[in-house]
């Protein structure tokens, strides 16, 4: 049964190969065609053993966030169609095997350690709790992690075998909160701070670019990981008088603060900033109109026009019943190609017999990639982080984000 | 051994461990979730030991029973005899306190936990070699008491308290006295669960010590027979480790297949597939060489009910 | 003193959830001695077929009804897997119906987190919820909402209809009866299917009710809303006294305010722990609720 489905998906790979080329050519940039030109002098110089790349995606496809490892895997999805219609990695088509952790430690953990044995390079695990029971048995056995969506102090942990696709927090999160409080005239702020994951360190980075902009926090109003009404958190922090109010909580419990704010008087939504955490469906949806004037900072562009994106956010919108791509949606697609560059450029052939060597070539690479052409911009990591990737804010209005500022880092 | 053999192993064992240490205090029908909230305890207890003052794998195996077992026994002072519903909210207390100290508490690395916790010994192979024979060492020890604890005068007399307090009472049992015992003992487990478990991971996060755990613990009773210990050595290996063979295409589905599975089985066999009465025959088989007796302790057969 | 008395109402808002839920959890108990641990996630799937047949026909009505039949069938479908495994036991037993209910919590959570609406949290209209007409009442940091009025009256009107008709009327009596010994309530005379399913309609209603007044109250709902209720629902019981309907209307809005004023004067982060350290202490005090049980449960 297994190799029917095998056999039908390859061949419908072959007819999508086919029928999409022609089309899909067209959007290429620059920077794709420059890495098949590499591609095809790696593919002459090193034969590829394999007849099809498997790439494991370790994700939450059940539990709370399942909402969100969809269109993790939608990205990884979507890059490996994309690849295989442009004629595959190094030749040879790619997929994007699916294993869901349900975001349970000891899941990720067994899976983890079967990857370890025959994986050349895992994507994900995702979120931070399976990163932190996985990714060490990975980081020991010297196979590289795709830690694509997490910050970048969990992957530094593990280093060099997980990557992180942000830079560290404190250094970047200080420029955009300082040039939002200047802009908004920050003196004494309040902010929601929920207890999860890197989101206390990313309330700290918040506090310091305040203090660089001349502002003070008043008060870390704390937001209860499983509250389900806001009152009592939004009259503490009106009862501070603030004038700023800055956000590092879900996104759903964000939305239900400012509609709380503003049924209390709340009018100026210039002088709230969401954090990057937050751009997620779960704002739009529930926020709905309520968020309008409010500023969102994020890494990621969705008013980008190139080919590439708009494709791409075409697709997803295909897909997602109309819903702009979020902040995320580009990160796994991201990590499939460059895993692509990386196996091409470097000479990878999956040969088991090289398995260590050659998951230690593209883990080097990918660490320190140069201009790596993203969905959104090209970068280049430093130390298996992005050292130049801009930061954006943008203002809601109706659920789509308008670019006010873009800050480009040194 | 494989990676994977070793995990599957090693997190089995602690289900084992932690399941017993929910069915010990339920033979008198207490519900002890607090076990959850020491197995948290010692898990941090023993990392922070071990990173910090380097102590020694055994003296930090002992002190996080100890610990376990103090913490338990401090409580089952007040709860000792208290109907299920309490000792469920004393449960729910401890595990939220826990949770929101190690949250809040930078010494305890906040919500992003404490990781890099030494191996026992410097090979690597060699490390889960050992903590799989020290692991089951201590499922077989654990196992053969709760035996010994089933078949003893204590044994029947928690039974009794099962059944009916008001007789057992009468026969000069005295609840609270086997309460406080069984509550200690269960939290001993899972103080010594939580230090195997943190030294299995070698990393810990509070994220581990959830109510989900706590589900998977009574799924486990419930679903291999709360009214023997046997019932968990058949349902752990099987009912966590079973999403992890669903094919790919499943993968999606995985919680849904389970639970439905769970409420099949609990619908087929509510008492759960292994009985007392199950094991009683097994034994008189054995016993008799083939001869089938039916158990007729009026005892036995109310509490395999 | 403002600041004081907007966390008051707050804490009522919050506390008149946990009174409907803990209501329809404890009429579950009285009429089909069932423990439904998972029954604010059954409550929260009603939420989304409401949502979903909003979106459908854009008809609030539609959504309305459809919440309500959903909340009703659901209860009809589910409590004979209840009773079943109840019938091969000859007392209330909370701990098997505990993990069956946890069993179909886990279903119906796993299907709400990646089917409907993609995974993603729903928002009610603004039809429903009258969020676009603002607060009903509001001075400084006082905010009272329609939904908020709404839902601590019904939970209120409930609380007291159900006590008439659970012990007042022949109906009750023989819901009651049924429960207790279906046989011996057969031999009385009493038409047991009949009923029996009045009972589970009526407990199915309360639920539709409670899943539209959340929808208005909330405003919008995620697959991980039924879990975050369940702890506390389950502790307002036992600490009201399991199946005691005044009880769980006292202590529901109690624990309301208690954690309002948690989350507005102390540390957010605290409140659970702090809520449960206090429950802790009172159940520690009166072991078997404030108000006392309300059924005869096996000893021990």
């Known amino acids: 049964m297994k190799k029917i489905i095998h056999l039908l998906f390859i061949s419908s790979l072959i007819l999508l190969t086919v029928s999409c080329g022609g089309k899909n050519g067209k959007n290429e940039t620059k920077g794709t065609e420059s890495a098949d030109r590499a591609a095809a002098e790696a593919v002459e110089t090193a034969e590829v053993v394999v007849t099809e790349w498997n790439i494991p995606f370790l994700n939450c496809l059940t539990g709370p966030i399942a909402g969100i490892g969809e269109y993790l895997q939608w990205g990884a999805e979507y890059a490996a169609e994309q690849i295989n219609a442009e004629g595959g990695i190094a030749g040879k088509p790619v997929r994007i095997e699916r294993i869901d952790t349900g975001m349970s430690p000891e899941k990720g953990t067994v899976a983890m350690s079967k990857l370890v044995e025959d994986a050349l390079v895992v994507m994900g695990p995702v979120p931070e709790p399976v990163i932190m029971a996985a990714v060490p048995i990975a980081a020991e056995e010297g196979l590289y992690c795709f830690t694509a969506t997490t910050s970048y102090e969990y992957a530094a942990e593990y280093f060099p075998w997980a990557i992180s696709f942000f830079p560290p927090t404190e250094e970047k999160l200080q420029i955009a909160v300082k040039a939002w409080a200047e802009k908004a005239g920050a003196g004494k702020a309040v902010q929601f701070v929920e207890n999860y994951g890197a989101w206390p360190g990313m309330a700290k980075a918040h506090a310091l670019g305040l203090e660089a902009a001349g502002a003070q926090v008043l008060e870390n109003v704390e937001v209860p990981t499983d509250a389900v009404t806001f009152g009592p958190l939004a009259v503490k922090a009106l009862a501070r008088n603030p004038d700023t109010i800055i956000f590092a909580c879900n996104a759903e419990k964000v939305a239900k603060i400012i509609i709380e704010l503003k049924n209390r008087g709340w009018k100026d939504m210039n002088k709230i900033l969401i954090f990057s955490s937050a751009d997620d469906a779960a704002l739009y949806t529930t926020g709905g109109e309520s968020l309008n004037g409010a500023i969102i900072y994020n890494f990621s562009n969705s008013n980008l026009d190139t080919p590439r994106w708009n494709e791409f956010s075409r697709a997803f919108k295909e897909d997602h019943e109309g819903m702009e791509p979020f902040s995320l949606s580009p990160n796994y697609y991201d990590a499939v190609y460059m895993i692509k560059r990386a196996i091409e450029e470097t000479g990878v052939t999956g040969d088991p017999n090289k398995l260590a060597e050659e998951r230690e070539k593209i883990m080097k690479y990918c660490n320190d990639i140069e201009k790596f052409d993203g969905l959104q911009f090209t970068w280049t990591n430093r130390g298996g982080f992005p050292a130049d990737k801009p930061l954006f804010l943008f203002e809601i209005q109706n659920g789509k984000k308008i670019l006010v500022d873009k800050i480009i880092p040194e | 051994m494989t990676l994977t053999l070793f995990y599957y192993l090693a997190i089995t064992a602690i289900y084992i461990l932690m399941s017993w240490s929910v069915y010990l205090p339920y033979r008198i029908g207490q519900l002890h979730f607090m076990t959850v909230a020491n197995m948290a305890i010692s898990a941090y207890f023993s990392a922070l030991m071990t990173i910090h003052f380097s102590w020694p794998f055994p003296l930090v195996l002992l002190a996080g029973t100890l610990l376990g077992a103090l913490t338990g026994f401090a409580v089952s002072t007040a709860v000792g005899d208290a109907p299920c519903f309490a000792v469920v909210i004393v449960g729910f207390t401890f595990i939220y306190l826990t949770k929101t100290v190690i949250e809040n508490v930078e010494i305890f690395g906040g919500p992003l936990g404490i990781f890099n916790i030494p191996k026992i010994i410097n090979s690597s192979s060699g490390n889960r070699i050992l903590l799989i024979i020290i692991v089951y060492f201590f499922v077989f020890l654990t196992g053969f008491f709760i035996n010994r604890f089933d078949r003893s005068k204590l044994g029947r007399a928690a039974s009794t308290i099962f059944v009916d307090r008001n007789i057992a009472v009468s026969f000069g049992v005295n609840p609270k006295k086997i309460g406080m015992f069984l509550q200690t003992w269960s939290s001993a487990i899972g103080g010594m669960s939580g230090v195997l478990y943190a030294f299995i991971m070698r990393g810990i996060s509070p994220n581990h010590f959830t109510f989900n755990f706590i589900g998977i613990c009574m799924t486990i009773l419930f679903v291999g027979g709360y009214s023997t210990m046997w019932g968990t050595l058949l349902a752990a290996p099987i009912l966590w480790g079973f999403p992890l063979i669903l094919p790919e295409s499943l993968q999606a589905w995985n919680i849904v297949i389970y639970g439905i599975l769970l409420v099949i089985i609990l619908l087929l066999k509510p008492e759960g597939i292994i009985t007392r009465v199950m094991v009683q025959r097994v034994e008189n088989i054995r016993l008799f060489s083939g001869k089938k007796v039916t158990p007729k302790s009026p005892s036995n057969k109310k509490a395999a009910q | ?300």
């Open chain 3, 1 to 300: 003193m403002n600041v004081l008395t907007a966390q008051f109402f707050n804490g009522l808002a919050i506390g008149s959830i946990y009174v409907l839920l803990a209501t329809g959890f404890n009429l579950l108990l009285l009429v089909a001695r069932i423990i439904h641990f998972a029954f604010p996630v059954a409550v929260v799937f009603s939420m989304y077929i409401s949502w979903i047949l909003i979106t459908l026909t854009g008809n609030v009505l539609a959504g309305i009804a459809g919440g309500i039949v959903s909340a009703v069938l659901i209860n009809m479908l589910t409590a004979p897997m209840f009773q079943h495994i109840m019938n091969k036991r000859e007392s209330v037993d909370i701990n098997t119906t505990m993990v069956l209910s946890m069993g179909l919590g886990m279903i119906i959570t796993d299907i709400l987190s990646h089917t409907f609406n993609q995974g993603f949290p729903i928002a009610f209209p603004d039809t429903l919820t009258g969020n676009d007409k603002g607060a009903l009442i509001s001075s400084g940091l006082i905010s009272i909402s329609r939904g908020q009025i709404l839902t601590l009256a019904v939970g209120v009107v409930f609380v007291v209809i159900l006590f008439q008709l659970l012990y007042k009327s022949r109906i009750g009596r023989a819901f009651r009866a049924i429960a207790e010994d279906p046989n011996e309530a057969k031999l009385v005379g009493i038409p047991l299917l009949k009923t029996g399913l009045k009972s589970y309609a009526l407990t199915g209603l309360l639920g539709g009710v409670t899943a539209v007044l959340m929808s208005v109250l909330l405003g919008s709902a995620s697959a991980g809303l039924g879990d975050q209720l369940g702890h506390k629902v389950l502790a307002v019981s036992i600490i009201a006294g399991l199946g005691n309907l005044t009880g769980g209307l006292i202590v529901g809005l109690l624990l309301g305010i208690l954690e309002a004023l948690i989350q507005g004067y102390f540390a957010g982060s605290w409140s659970n722990a702090i809520s449960f350290a206090v429950m802790l202490i009172v159940i520690l005090a009166k072991p078997r609720g404030i108000f006392g049980l309300k059924l005869r449960f096996q000893e021990i």
